[in-house]
């Protein structure tokens, strides 16, 4: 490796892994790294996190990619991480409290109280964004009304990324991306929203500077260095959320351009410079990489998870013996014909977002016969969660076109593209960078703060091959037919379900 190579360092923390990778300025992946861990949950709801947890393996990950490289040759650092939490930190800047996640469901008294003083619809106008406990106001809300002492203590409520660079540097601060999804942010005024904060009592005062992605914090402290292995010299540029870094990462950067997105949670996006926002209340609309774009967007919940589940449900026995078996998966998927042979599933493993917002929706198999063999159940999950994300495409739709579509993610495969396309009726494109797509953007982001990009548009030179599909007509045709019959059974098991979350609650 040669010692004269200038290098950008970007990790993405979520909640289940720190995936960190260093690049060279020309885009080549030199290194990458993960380091896993899990949130704690408990049966009441709560998931929650130590951001010692990030901290640890955002420092394991530098010392593992910066091994034999000159220190200073690593001259930006950019972090993407986990959206919609709560984090208290005190006036040392140090945690007062665990971090809520995303996925901690504690305040939904909180929801209640906040609709009723201002409506789901009033918060949506603000901030472009659903009402709903999986945002940090409730969060907030629920810690100044039952930790009355945490909340008076709080100096700065925070994202995970937000964390990680004020232990880099010392400063204190946000971006858009996460403060969008807050529920506390005016999107269109792009600042926080004294409306909101007025009428659910929120100091303001305790919520950060925002500042664009892409703005220089500083240079790593001397304590950092010591802790993590960076220069003192190594700037630090403002990321994004986790939720936002893919569509950096991938290059979109014109109206109408989307990206599916298939990781654990799985999304759709889309590029507009439309400030119009969805007249329905189910989808989001976010900032972009300036006051000119937005993203409207729409969140499957068990996109990923939903094979992981299907693994460790049908195959508990060869998930440690088979490393391929998901790929050996998609491969048998041609031997069972599309839809199924009749199942059809529902990926609702933890409730479900964009369109539904029903905290309540539950998974099932439904058509299940005598002659269904494990096959055709992987895929019925595969096709589940593609019906449910080509709802969330044309939710998006209402608001306006598609130009193009992009594919990414870390359980992106050929197969699920080819059936992505026949249910989506577009052609997609995909990369040879899919997993690592977050730490992409976070690097385009570093190299246009540092002024060595000259915008978004060179996440191109981080990709090196692409592969297309197209809908293939007979599929497209019985697709057609059966996702109106998919949500039909969502919508007839909705009673069935909220019941069966009450027994559930009642007697754990």
Known sequence: MSDDKQYILAQDIGIYSCKATLF???????????????????????????????????????????????????????????????????????????????????????????????????????????????????????????????????????????????????????????????????????????????????????????????????????????QCGLSQDTIVVEGMGDGRAPAVGSGLVEKGQGLIYMGSVSWVSQITDSAEMDRKNVLTKASYTGPELFLNGGTVLSGGLSVDWFLKAFYPNDLHTKPFLREELFERMNRTPIGSNGLLFMPYLRGERTPWWNSYAKGGFIGLDMYHTRDDFFRSVIEGVSFQLAIVKRSIEELEP???????????????????????????????????????????????????????????????????????????????????????????????NQYLSHVHHNHR
């Open 24 to 226: 060279s300025f020309d885009g080549e992946a030199i290194r990458s790294n993960t380091v896993r861990y899990s949130p704690d949950v408990a049966a009441d709801g709560r998931s929650s996190q130590s951001p010692d947890v990030w901290w640890d393996a955002f420092c394991l990950n530098c010392r593992n990619l910066i091994t034999n490289i000159p220190v200073d040759s690593v001259k930006a650092v950019c972090v993407c991480g986990q959206m919609m939490g709560c984090l208290a930190l005190g006036r040392d800047g140090r945690p007062l409290y665990e971090h809520m996640t995303w996925d901690d469901k504690r305040s939904a008294d909180q929801i209640c109280k906040i609709e009723s003083l201002l409506s789901a619809e009033k918060i949506h106008e603000i901030t472009g964004v659903c009402l709903s406990h999986m945002f940090s106001l409730s969060k907030v809300m629920w810690l100044k009304e039952r930790l009355p002492n945490i909340y008076n203590d709080t100096a700065m409520f925070v994202q995970c990324k937000d964390y990680i660079n004020y232990r880099l540097t010392g400063v204190l601060a946000t971006d858009e991306s996460d403060a969008g999804f807050t529920l506390m942010y005016d999107l269109l005024k792009g600042e926080w929203s004294d409306t909101i904060l007025d009428a659910c009592g929120i100091d303001a005062a305790k919520l950060p500077e925002v500042v664009y992605f892409g703005t220089v914090l500083g240079r790593v402290t001397p304590d950092a260095s010591e």
């Open 402 to 496: 598609f130009s193009s579509l992009y594919l990414s993610g870390g359980v992106a495969t050929p197969y699920w593209q080819q059936l992505l396309s026949d249910a989506f009726e577009m052609n997609i494109v995909s990369t040879d960078v899919k997993g690592g797509i977050g730490c992409v953007g976070a690097a385009v982001t570093a190299g246009v703060g540092l002024g060595i990009y000259r915008g978004y548009s060179e996440a191109s030179r981080f990709h090196r091959s692409h592969y297309y599909t197209s809908p293939i007509s007979e599929n497209v045709e019985l697709y057609r037919d059966l996702i109106p019959v998919f949500e039909d059974c969502y919508n007839a098991l909705q009673d069935i």
